[in-house]
């Protein structure tokens, strides 16, 4: 497509890149290297990060804390911390299956009226093998923990249209993107449809949906694990509108930034990737920034509220 560009954003090559976060106040790119334990910030134009984090365990989730630069907060294992990115102070807000050894928290991120919605999922062994049906999704309102679906595989991608009447969930290893009745109100859910199944052939070669972002038109756009693409899809046909293709398979999530919210920053890996693949696909790992996509533009993103 014609003045469409997808470049390098990156220095650093990510275990499993996650829950990239466009930081308007920093004009930075808040992200996780998920298995690696990481929370960092990218600047863009550098491509260097300006600050990380590590901690023991898996950190599938960053989001900031509203109204607050240096305070986010992330998905540890099975707690949900405030966490000062300058201080490195840490605040529990909640313990999500803590009596459940084996499931681990995944992606998360927050409504306009700054809710916590987030997924469980059995711990993996690697990507996208995972015992189904394991995990639930809930929201965290301050302190306050609602469950609201059961029995789902690999909780990944949410979104929610402008008007917030309506909010997309990906549960990726039976490939399935949901669309659900959404009371902001209420934080409440109902009314499951799929808008997409990526097992039906018209997206058998992207492979697993995995996170999600929407645009200012209430398009949805997909990351596409083992695909190597990024893919907009409209939401009420459930039609697959446009391709975009990253120069590494393992594509995990994604987010509109920069400052005008017309860049899509997109997030990859390389765990899992053999020898030859790590060799033929130099970039796996990093997180690529698509420019120029005609007519198109993001929202700013909500953060938690206390």
Same mark, same amino acid.
């Given at each position: 497509?014609?003045?469409? !560009? ?15 976060? %466009?930081?308007?106040?920093?004009? +930075? ?6 298995? #690696? ?24 989730? #960053? ?24 201080? !490195? ?25 700054? !809710?916590? %919605?987030?997924?469980?999922? #059995? ?5 996208? &093998? ?8 809930? /929201?965290?309102? *301050? ?16 979104? %929610? ?31 499951? *449809?799929?808008? +997409?199944?990526? &097992? ?25 694990? &083992? ?17 975009? *293709? ?6 995990? /999530? ?5 400052? !005008? ?24 790992? +990093? ?20």
């Amino acid at each position: 497509m014609p003045g469409l !560009r997808v470049r390098v954003a990156s220095k650093r090559r990510c275990q499993i890149g996650e829950g990239p976060h %466009w930081d308007e106040k920093a004009q +930075a790119l808040l992200y996780v290297d998920c298995y #690696a334990g990481c929370v960092s910030r990218l600047d863009p134009e550098t491509h260097e990060d300006i600050d990380t984090i590590h901690f023991e365990g898996t950190i599938p989730f #960053a989001v900031p804390l509203a109204n607050h630069h240096h305070k986010i907060v992330i998905g540890h294992n099975h707690y949900v911390k405030l966490t000062d990115m300058k201080k !490195r102070h840490e605040e529990l807000i909640a313990m999500v299956e803590t009596e459940n050894a084996g499931t681990r928290l995944n992606d998360a991120k927050c409504d306009a009226a700054g !809710r916590l %919605w987030t997924g469980t999922m #059995a711990i993996d062994k690697k990507p996208m &093998n995972v015992e189904p049906e394991q995990g639930s999704m809930y /929201s965290i309102e *301050k302190k306050h923990i609602r469950k609201h679906i059961e029995r789902i595989t690999l909780p990944n991608g949410i979104a %929610w249209t402008a008007d917030n009447k309506k909010m997309f969930f990906v549960d990726s290893v039976p490939g399935k993107l949901y669309v659900y009745d959404f009371d902001l109100a209420k934080g409440d859910i109902s009314n499951q *449809k799929v808008v +997409a199944d990526f &097992n039906h052939p018209n997206f058998a070669e992207l492979a697993f949906p995995d996170g999600i972002t929407i645009d200012q038109t209430d398009k949805l756009w997909v990351a596409c694990y &083992n695909g190597g693409h990024v893919v907009k899809i409209d939401p009420v046909t459930g039609a697959l509108v446009q391709k975009v *293709k990253i120069p590494t398979q393992l594509v995990t /999530s994604l987010c509109f930034g920069g400052p !005008r919210y017309e860049d899509l920053f997109v997030t990859s890996g390389f765990i899992g990737l053999s020898r030859d693949q790590l060799q033929s696909q130099p970039d796996a790992g +990093a997180i690529f920034k698509i420019s120029g996509i005609p007519g198109t533009k993001g929202l700013p993103p909500n953060c938690f509220a206390m």
